[in-house]
């Protein structure tokens, strides 16, 4: 199996008009966060069959998609990374990723992998990479600190998300601000004393993107009271 079958079976579903769409929804213009990011315009089911029927793809050649240009390229190689971390490989390929985070470069790639990855190995092992990642000048560094808590949080353990929360909070990016958001309504939903602790401590340095995310699923009056703070 060669990466160059994956990329055959990617060129064939290649639709140019979706590619256009993606590429202003992932921002992919000058200056703007996903800048020169080259999209073939699949759908991510698409992805995820094809990477299915290449699941037994060599790690060498699973490295050459996820450094190619081409966004869809780098899918395919996260969830082969995902696959192979799920099968056993779990020590090997966490370290991979994170040598590797200037390639998870866009909040799909992140959002995918780093819970299923970084926060499935780190689960009941020290979480200090995770504050190093959250002080990172890389925005999608930072993503990852927060995203791969959710694995965390599932099993109702809420310290890692709520101090990594703390560390982000002042970030300038509105992709951070969505996604510390998205944590802590994640933390809401298994308790939502906990939430409302926490954005009664910071709700004064808050990004109203966030505030409005993590109380999404608040009844409507409380959900108007915080807004109106």
């Keep these: 199996m060669k990466a160059s079958l994956v990329q055959q079976e990617l060129k064939k579903l290649e639709n140019k008009q979706q590619a256009k769409v993606l590429q202003g929804f992932f921002k992919t213009g000058k200056g703007q966060y996903g800048e020169g990011d080259i999209f073939l315009g699949i759908k991510v089911p698409d992805s995820r069959k094809i990477a299915k029927k290449f699941k037994d793809l060599p790690f060498n050649e699973i490295d050459i998609l996820l450094h190619s240009k081409i966004h869809e390229e780098r899918m395919v190689a996260i969830l082969l990374l995902v696959h192979n971390f799920?099968?056993?490989k779990k020590e090997e390929i966490y370290k991979y990723y994170l040598k590797n985070t200037t390639k998870i470069n866009n909040w799909d790639l992140v959002d995918l992998s780093a819970p299923k990855i970084v926060g499935n190995y780190l689960l009941n092992k020290d979480k200090d990479i995770l504050y190093k990642?959250?002080?990172?000048?890389?925005l999608w560094e930072k993503r990852i600190a927060i995203v791969s808590t959710w694995t965390f949080i599932r099993e109702r353990q809420f310290k890692d998300t709520l101090k990594i929360s703390e560390i982000l909070l002042n970030d300038k990016h509105d992709l951070i601000h969505k996604s510390i958001g998205w944590m802590l309504r994640e933390?809401?939903?298994k308790d939502q004393k906990v939430l409302e602790e926490f954005l009664n401590k910071h709700i004064k340095q808050m990004p109203r993107t966030?505030?409005?995310?993590?109380i999404e699923r608040f009844e409507e009056n409380k959900r108007k009271s915080y807004l109106k703070k």
């Design 210 to 214: 966030t505030l409005r995310y993590a």
């Design 133 to 138: 990642l959250a002080k990172s000048q890389n």
């Design 187 to 189: 933390v809401g939903k």
């Design 86 to 88: 799920e099968n056993g």
